[in-house]
Every structure is written in structure tokens, then in C-alpha cells.
Nanobody
Framework: QVQLVESGGGLVQTGGSLRLSCAVS????????MGWFRRAPGKEREFVAR????????DYADSVKGRFTISKDNAKNTVYLQMNSLKPEDTAVYYC????????????WGQGTQVTVSS
């Protein structure tokens, strides 16, 4: 069983920064991937960033490249999303997700944390 809890969302002005955290609890697996997704009102959920837990390989959606950074702290079992140069279009509920099986599909999801960027 894996549980994910996001935190760090809030209200910021355009150009500001936030750091989201995702605390991972449960059994430790030898290899899996963690991802950040977001859903804006009236839109489908979209991929934001991904990291391989064991090796730190990362990739990002084009819309956030150069602005967002995904990272991890092995000792704390926590994944982070550092968001810089925020834009109003980044406003969404952000979700942390885990691919435990290693099949490319995300099996566990957090409850989400709201990020609002004002103009």
C-alpha cells in the first residue's frame, strides 16, 4: 500500500514561486516513478513532470520546461516540484502520483493541492 500526501500549494502573483511537496508512505519498492499532474477548471488532467525514484531521471511537459524542477529526497521519501516564474495559466489543482508497477501507468494518487496564480 502506498499513500501520497501533497502540500505547499497557495496563492501567488505572476512571476512568483512555490514549492510543492509529496510525502510518500508505505512499502518501499526497488524501482518506480513519481509524477506531477495538474487539472485546471474545465480542462483535462495534464502531465507536468516525472522522476525515476532510483536514478533521478526526469522529464517535463513543454509548458513548464525551464520553469519547473522535479526532485526528490530519498531519506525523507519526499518528491518536490519547484515552480518558478509562475503564470496565470499554471493555476490548477496539482496531483502527485506513483507508478509502482513500473508499467508506465500511475497506480496511486494524492488528494491534490491548489495552486492559484493571480494576474
Amino acid at each position: 500500500q502506498v499513500q501520497l500526501v501533497e502540500s505547499g500549494g497557495g496563492l501567488v502573483q505572476t512571476g512568483g514561486s512555490l514549492r510543492l511537496s509529496c510525502a510518500v508512505s508505505g512499502r518501499t519498492f526497488s524501482r518506480y516513478a513519481m509524477g506531477w499532474f495538474r487539472r485546471a477548471p474545465g480542462k483535462e488532467r495534464e502531465f507536468v513532470a516525472r522522476i525515476r525514484w532510483s536514478y533521478g531521471y526526469t522529464d517535463y511537459a513543454d509548458s513548464v520546461k525551464g520553469r519547473f524542477t522535479i526532485s526528490k529526497d530519498n531519506a525523507k521519501n519526499t518528491v518536490y516540484l519547484q515552480m518558478n516564474s509562475l503564470k496565470p495559466e499554471d493555476t490548477a489543482v496539482y496531483y502527485c502520483a506513483a507508478d509502482i508497477s513500473g508499467d508506465g501507468k500511475y497506480d496511486y494518487w494524492g488528494q491534490g493541492t491548489q495552486v492559484t496564480v493571480s494576474s
